[in-house]
């Protein structure tokens, strides 16, 4: 009986932290999505023009009463020119450090050194004796 009481009570304590990190999350992304409108002089009305949405809608993602989806998340980053983990309030940098040319140039330039450390490896794995099975 304790031990379902224990493993109830890490339940409960879980979904309270879920639920905490889901408000906090919630409340930075109002907050940004508002500052970076108001940073760039738009209404709300313009913004959602862009988003093909209701400016009622749009002010609801504002004040927490509407959740936003993935989808107007990434057209609101694209929008601004950041990336979604800034308006979702997980980083504080506001430029886009991963759009598609740079991740294209990391990702490439990694490659290239994981090839060159497997071909160095590989050339001293050959340049090694091999020892005699007796």
Same mark, same amino acid.
């Given at each position: 009986m304790t031990k379902k009481t224990t493993l109830s009570q890490q339940s409960e304590n879980a979904d309270v932290t879920a639920k905490y990190d889901k408000?906090?999350?919630?409340?930075?992304?109002?907050?940004?999505?508002?500052?970076?409108?108001?940073?760039?002089?738009?209404?709300?009305?313009n913004l959602a023009e862009f988003l =093909?949405? &209701?400016?009622?809608?749009?002010? @609801?993602?504002?004040?927490?009463?509407?959740?936003m989806s993935l989808s107007v998340l990434e057209k609101l980053a694209f929008f601004?020119?950041?990336?979604?983990?800034?308006?979702? =309030?997980? &980083?504080?940098?506001?430029?886009? @450090?991963?759009?598609?040319?740079?991740?294209?140039?990391i990702a490439t330039s990694k490659v290239e050194e994981l090839k060159m450390k497997a071909m160095a490896d590989g050339m001293k794995k050959a340049g090694r004796p091999r020892k005699n099975k007796e």
């Amino acid at each position: 009986m304790t031990k379902k009481t224990t493993l109830s009570q890490q339940s409960e304590n879980a979904d309270v932290t879920a639920k905490y990190d889901k408000a906090v999350i919630q409340s930075s992304t109002c907050l940004r999505i508002k500052q970076l409108r108001k940073k760039n002089k738009l209404s709300q009305k313009n913004l959602a023009e862009f988003l =093909g949405c &209701t400016q009622q809608n749009y002010s @609801r993602y504002e004040t927490g009463e509407l959740e936003m989806s993935l989808s107007v998340l990434e057209k609101l980053a694209f929008f601004y020119e950041t990336s979604t983990d800034y308006i979702l =309030g997980l &980083t504080d940098y506001t430029d886009a @450090r991963w759009n598609d040319e740079s991740f294209i140039r990391i990702a490439t330039s990694k490659v290239e050194e994981l090839k060159m450390k497997a071909m160095a490896d590989g050339m001293k794995k050959a340049g090694r004796p091999r020892k005699n099975k007796e």
